[in-house]
Nanobody
Framework: QVQLAESGGGLVQAGGSLRLSCAAS????????MAWFRQAPGKEREFVAN????????NYADSVKGRFTISRDNAKNTLYLQMNSLKPEDTSVYYC?????????????????WGQGTQVTVSS
């Protein structure tokens, strides 16, 4: 059984930075792609970024491109999301997710395993 646990959320002022982490266990982390999603109150869960198993390919939502960076440390079984130049509209619960090997989808329904989420609040 795959287990994912996010951390690193918090309250930050607009223009600030946060780094989220996602600790994975239960299967060979280094062989699976990973993704970050977010969900604001009353809104659909939306894609943020994903990364291939070896870090060789990444994709970003247009809304975060140039501000957020997804990365991974396979030796530590950990996924990261560095968030810079944060805006109030980035306020959401952030989730990490994974699915079948090679998955690089942007639709939440394609992912099988989810963490519990971590709250990010950006004040103006």
């Amino acid at each position: 059984q795959v287990q994912l646990a996010e951390s690193g959320g918090g309250l930050v002022q607009a223009g600030g930075s946060l780094r989220l982490s996602c600790a994975a266990s239960g299967r060979t982390f280094s062989t699976y792609s990973m993704a970050w999603f977010r969900q604001a109150p009353g809104k659909e869960r939306e894609f943020v970024a994903n990364i291939r198993w070896n870090g060789g390919s990444t994709n970003y939502a247009d809304s975060v491109k140039g501000r957020f960076t997804i990365s991974r440390d396979n030796a530590k079984n950990t996924l990261y999301l560095q968030m810079n130049s944060l805006k109030p509209e980035d306020t959401s619960v952030y989730y990490c997710a994974t699915g079948r090997p090679g998955l690089m989808a942007t639709a939440p329904s394609r992912y099988d395993y989810w963490g519990q989420g971590t709250q990010v609040t950006v004040s103006s």
